[in-house]
């Protein structure tokens, strides 16, 4: 999304990020689904104060435009064909209002005017392309980051969903170690080992979601190279529903993403750890039946469009029987081994970042203290 600003039109900066928004939401230039920036990201972009965004997008809001999803963002609403049009002829009809008035009082024919018309737009057209080659060259955006030219590294997406729970700062061994602190220290090592594989570096992009109390997103899409690694804290009870919704949620934002800037991607990855029986009720059987419809493998398609891999440290049957009915890949996890299996995680990313799509790929043997009996091949 490309907006200008001009600080002597006389016009407010938050009507012209209205306006400009606006246009290209009827234009068709910004997506039905697509995500904004952060009202702080723009704000930081045109170097003006992030409440005037947040004012301009609350606007929109209100306006229908976009929508809010909770904990991700903002996007674009779904809008009516027939509103759109509306809409454009509004906005055109606003634009040509006073030149119409200055053609009347200079007593100009209609034949003159769809000729000066039709210069205009000729000119603006090509205005338009010069400008547009010229503002691509001159974005500064980081290396490795989804938007960057040099990588053509086919993206391989995965959402970590880490249960934040109160019972993660609990010892359930006597062992005098708690989950939480073992899970920390393991991140930055799972950071490590795909920083350290250049293909991976490149096309592995993470976000990371905790649910404990409620679902949080403490980390948005990021390269690896950018992933800041949190320090995550226990907190409340155990909601894998909402945090599941709000995960596949921003996956099918960032698959819309590549779509537009015709970027190639792997089927995204949602890994879920947890220590004990998720939150019941029907927001965990709605989460369930939505995430089950994108791992099934549809007619005229090779791959799913989601792998789910679930692990558990509470190993009881109530707790594994949720898990299973997420996904057939739910392993128990003995002895707290969170290093272990984020080392196998970083591996397997690294595996499916060098794959071929759309090919069966086997994936690394889990860990000892990863049980289940399942095979290891996906269609990545």
């Known amino acids: ?180 602190d073992l899970l920390n220290s393991a991140l930055p090592e799972f950071r490590q080992a795909i920083s350290d594989d250049s293909t991976a570096r490149d096309s592995v992009e993470l976000a990371v979601i905790t649910f404990g109390g409620s679902p949080n997103v403490i980390q948005d899409w990021t390269d690896i190279e950018h992933l800041a690694v949190p320090t995550l804290t226990p907190n409340g009870n155990t909601p894998l529903g909402p945090a599941m919704q709000m995960a596949v949620d921003m996956i099918e934002s960032r698959r819309a993403l590549y779509h537009q800037h015709k970027i190639t991607s792997f089927v995204p990855w949602l890994f879920i750890l947890t220590d004990g029986a998720p939150d019941t009720g029907p927001e965990l059987i709605a989460a369930i039946d939505r995430v089950d419809k994108l791992q099934q493998v549809t007619a005229g398609s090779k791959s799913p469009k989601l792998i789910v891999y679930a692990c558990s440290t509470d190993t009881r049957e109530e707790v594994m029987g949720r898990l299973r009915a997420v996904t057939s890949r739910a392993y128990k996890l003995d002895g707290m081994a969170y290093r272990e299996v984020f080392l196998w995680l970083s591996a397997s990313l690294t595996v499916v970042s060098k794959a071929a799509p759309g090919t069966p790929t086997v994936l690394p043997e889990t860990p000892k203290q990863m049980t289940l009996t399942e095979a290891r091949t996906i269609t990545p």
């Open 1 to 180: 999304m490309l907006l200008q600003i001009d600080n002597h039109s006389g016009q407010p900066i938050y009507r012209q990020v209205i306006d400009q928004i606006r246009r290209q939401v009827v234009a068709g230039q910004l997506h039905e689904g697509e995500q904004l920036p952060s009202v702080r990201d723009l704000g930081g972009q045109l170097r003006v104060n992030p409440m005037t965004i947040s004012k301009a997008y609350s606007l929109l809001e209100m306006e229908g435009l976009l929508e809010r999803r909770r904990g991700v963002g903002l996007f674009v609403a779904r809008i009516r064909k027939n509103r759109k049009s509306q809409t454009k002829t509004q906005l055109l009809e606003q634009a040509l209002t006073g030149a119409v008035t200055t053609a009347l009082q200079l007593n100009i024919s209609q034949e003159q005017v769809h000729e000066a018309t039709e210069r205009l737009i000729n000119r603006e057209q090509r205005a338009s392309k010069r400008k547009g080659l010229a503002m691509t060259e001159q974005l500064n955006i980081p290396a490795g980051t989804f938007l960057d030219r040099g990588n053509q590294a086919r993206r391989c997406p995965c959402i970590l969903l880490l249960d934040t729970s109160g019972s993660m700062s609990q010892d359930p061994q006597g062992s005098n170690r708690r989950p939480i």
